[in-house]
């Protein structure tokens, strides 16, 4: 075989194949997909980010003020006739336009730790009077929408409801909008509403952590319904990015799958699927443990932590493939890596995880510039690789530029993560379309990696 002969195919093989029908009509799906899911998000933050109707506030009553509030935790706190006067007290008024710094949740409040309690992790109780106004034949409670982490809302040493499982052995979940029906003789009447609160031990904390962050609202049923609807568009607004990207990162997986054989990078295709799927799991429990009763916070804090390790790993085995042979060094130090890395995530000890995530940054650096000088699609690559990085590796290449963690939008919070995944996701399913080799090019492709292999 001459020289030039076999060179011709592996050079081809590493051009990116013309855009032929199909996958023009992939792509031009992509763009339609990506816009329609834009749009839809867009509205969706619109209607969650709108401050509740002035009509509905008027008529109910934000329980804000002072709380009497103590450590510790006592059943007989619930009680209406317990003595509470040798109590302190937090101030629940929250400075006007307050919100919290993930959601955009309204009349957000500093925790205990900011009133005087500092470190303090454990149980709390916070307990006031609450005067129910006649007029109205039933009244809600509608139970603060930021707590960290569970809690139990009693009425005159009755328990209504709560969020998460207290007692013993603690089961904490997303605190989400919860409504709470009083007994149906308490209109006219003066009551005690008590809050036995409950913060994980062990979970990083700042400076305003602790307990209650926003006040319960006091309403007649029918006003309760429509603010409850509204908490919820709110919510719901607030982690939508979280359920929708998930979804399109296993579209994805189904576009790869689908259309492997087709494609002139198969193994890429393999370890991206698996990368997406690990990310895909991480970012949707944003939304379950936010949404839903099914996962705990121990168990998101558990995933938050630990999966980085194998998406990177994950993702760096992919990126690897991409030029015609990987080096095999990269992928045993992407490995040794994300055991370091997981090491240093259980044991505590932020040193080894820090220089865990450097020396994965080091690794793709590298593969960029094995892209850049070999690599087939050398300006689409590379530009949807440092997307990846970008959404990995944030905390270390985009915190020194000053580029804020989060922005509000209509009022609702939207990560930068969530940014950089909206640019990242549809990038990918280009890349993956435009490595389908058409059905000529693909029996050229099968008769000539006896020669590519020979190369190897």
């Known amino acids: 075989m001459q020289r030039g002969s076999w060179m011709t195919p592996v050079s081809k093989a590493l051009a990116a194949p013309p855009v032929d029908a199909t996958r023009g009509k992939l792509i031009a799906g992509i763009v339609i997909a990506t816009l329609v899911t834009l749009a839809i998000v867009i509205v969706d933050l619109a209607t969650g980010g709108r401050p509740d109707p002035p009509t509905l506030r008027a008529a109910a009553t934000l329980l804000d003020g002072s709380w009497r509030f103590h450590t510790g935790d006592n059943p007989h706190w619930a009680d209406a006739g317990f003595n509470d006067s040798d109590w302190g007290t937090i101030d629940m008024t929250a400075q006007p336009g307050s919100h919290d710094g993930d959601v955009g949740l309204p009349d957000y409040v500093g925790g205990w730790m900011a009133h005087g309690h500092p470190g303090y992790q454990g149980y709390a109780w916070y307990r006031r009077a609450v005067m129910v106004p006649t007029g109205h034949a039933s009244w809600d409670i509608l139970g603060p929408t930021i707590v960290e982490d569970g809690y139990e809302l ?249 580029l804020p963690g989060i922005w509000f939008p209509f009022g609702i919070g939207v990560s930068r993560t969530q940014y950089i995944y909206a640019l990242a996701i549809p990038l990918l399913a280009v890349l993956i379309v435009r490595t389908l080799l058409p059905g000529d090019a693909q029996h050229a492709s099968e008769a000539t990696r006896p020669c590519q292999r020979s190369l190897a």
């Open 154 to 402: 009693y009425w005159n040493g009755r328990l209504l409801g709560g969020s998460g499982r207290l007692g013993p052995a603690p089961r904490l979940v997303g605190t989400r909008p919860l409504r709470f029906s009083l007994p149906a003789d308490a209109a006219g009447t003066r009551g005690v509403l008590a809050v036995r609160t409950y913060m994980l031990p062990g979970f990083g904390r700042s400076a305003n952590s602790g307990g209650m962050h926003s006040a319960p609202i006091l309403a007649p049923a029918a006003i309760s319904s429509a603010l409850h609807r509204a908490q919820w568009e709110r919510t719901i607004a607030g982690y939508i990015v979280d359920a929708i990207e998930p979804l399109a990162m296993l579209a994805l997986v189904g576009l790869a799958l689908c259309y492997r054989s087709r494609s002139s990078q198969k193994r890429f295709l393999i370890f991206a699927c698996i990368a997406l799927a690990l990310s895909a799991v991480r970012r949707a429990s944003n939304a379950i443990v936010s949404w839903t009763d099914l996962e705990d916070l121990t168990t998101y804090a558990w995933l938050a932590a630990v999966m980085w390790a194998p998406t990177v790993a994950a993702w760096t085995l992919a990126w690897n493939r991409w030029c015609l042979r990987p080096w095999k060094s990269i992928d045993a130090l992407a490995v040794v890596l994300a055991v370091i890395g997981t090491i240093g995530v259980l044991t505590h000890l932020a040193s080894v995880t820090n220089a865990s995530r450097l020396a994965s940054i080091a690794l793709f650096v590298v593969i960029g510039a094995r892209m850049v000088r070999s690599g087939p699609m050398r300006l689409l690559a590379p530009i949807t690789l440092a997307s990846i990085v970008a959404v990995l590796f944030g905390g270390e290449l985009l915190d020194p530029i000053g």
